[in-house]
């Protein structure tokens, strides 16, 4: 089981990315798909999560209103648009999956990572 992100990069502040998360693993369709932030320095934080269906998502507070999850699960995908970007996105955001029934707020909550991707926003 594979979780490859992509899609990061240099932006300036207002501008927007779009990350892409692909999974291997044909029961991964369902699982519950997220995406976490790590800024240099701090700790790992939700960022947001979303069940298969998309019925069901969640998002930190600092990110509601400018970032939007979706996914194509005939592709197995999660994206996360990211719109206004502020230099406090600045982070390595990771995806990752869970089995589970329930969208969960924490790393914890998700068993399957993927690897990084760098976002830059400049001031």
């Known amino acids: 089981v594979q979780l490859q992100a992509s899609g990061g990069g240099l932006v300036q502040a207002g501008g927007s990315l779009r990350l892409s998360c692909a999974a291997s693993?044909?029961?991964?369709?369902?699982?519950?798909k997220g995406w976490f932030r790590q800024a240099p320095g701090k700790e790992r934080e939700f960022v947001s999560a979303?069940?298969?269906?998309?019925?069901?998502?969640e998002y930190a507070d600092s990110v509601k209103g400018r970032f939007t999850i979706s996914r194509d699960n005939a592709k197995n995908t999660v994206y996360l648009q990211m719109n206004s970007l502020k230099p406090e996105d600045t982070a390595v955001y990771y995806c990752?999956?869970?089995?589970?029934?329930?969208?969960?707020?924490?790393?914890?909550?998700?068993?399957?990572w993927g690897q990084g991707t760098l976002v830059t926003v400049s001031s």
């Open positions: 990752a999956a869970s089995s589970g029934f329930v969208v969960g707020t924490t790393e914890y909550d998700y068993a399957y």
């Open positions: 693993g044909r029961t991964f369709s369902r699982a519950i």
């Open positions: 979303s069940n298969w269906s998309g019925g069901s998502t």
